[in-house]
C-alpha cells in the first residue's frame, strides 16, 4: 500500500490555522490522516496573500493573523507541514494541461496549480472546502476523505 501523501489548497490551510466555519473540521481531518501536509511555493504565496486579504475584509483580527503565522511557522519547523521542492515549470506546464482538459468547468487558476503540483508531488490525497476545486482533484484521481 502507498504512503499517504497530503495536498490542499489554500481553502483548507486558511481554515487549519485560522477560525472560521471550516476550522474544526480541517483539525478533525489533520488527526485522523496522521499525515504531514505538503507546502508548494504557490500555496506558501497564496496562504501568506489570503491571510493579509482576511485582515484587510476584517474577517480576521491582526491578533489573530499573527497566531496563524505562528502556527503555520511552528508546524513547517517541527515538520507537520513539509515544503515541497518541485520544478515550477513543471508544475506550471501540468498546470496549462489540465486548463486546456478541463476548459469550460469554471476553474480559477491558482486551483490548477494546486491541483497540478499535487499531481507532480504524486499525491494520494488532496484536501479543500472548494467544492468546484475538489471536482478537479477527483477528476484527475486524488482521493478526498
Keep these: 500500500m502507498a504512503a499517504l501523501t497530503l495536498a490542499c ?3 483548507f490551510l486558511i481554515s487549519f490555522y485560522s477560525e472560521n466555519e471550516h476550522t474544526d473540521h480541517a483539525a478533525r481531518l489533520i488527526r485522523r490522516l496522521r499525515a504531514p ?3 508548494t511555493r504557490f500555496l506558501d504565496f497564496e496562504f501568506v496573500s489570503g491571510i493579509h486579504h482576511a485582515i484587510f475584509r476584517g474577517a480576521i483580527s491582526e491578533a489573530d493573523s499573527r497566531n496563524a503565522f505562528a502556527r503555520y511557522s ?6 507537520h507541514l513539509n515544503f515541497a521542492e518541485m520544478d515550477l515549470l513543471e508544475v506550471l506546464d501540468t ?3 489540465l486548463a486546456i482538459k478541463h476548459s469550460g468547468k469554471g476553474y480559477r487558476g491558482f486551483d490548477i ?11 494520494t490525497t488532496f484536501l479543500t472546502f472548494d467544492r468546484n476545486q475538489q471536482k ?6 486524488l482521493k478526498s476523505p
Excluded: F, Y
Design 74 to 79: 511552528h508546524d513547517l519547523a517541527t515538520r
Design 95 to 97: 498546470a496549462k494541461k
Design 136 to 141: 478537479l482533484a477527483l477528476a484527475e484521481g
Design 37 to 39: 501536509l505538503q507546502v
Design 113 to 123: 496549480i494546486h491541483v497540478a503540483a499535487a499531481l507532480r508531488l504524486e499525491a
Design 9 to 11: 489548497d489554500t481553502s
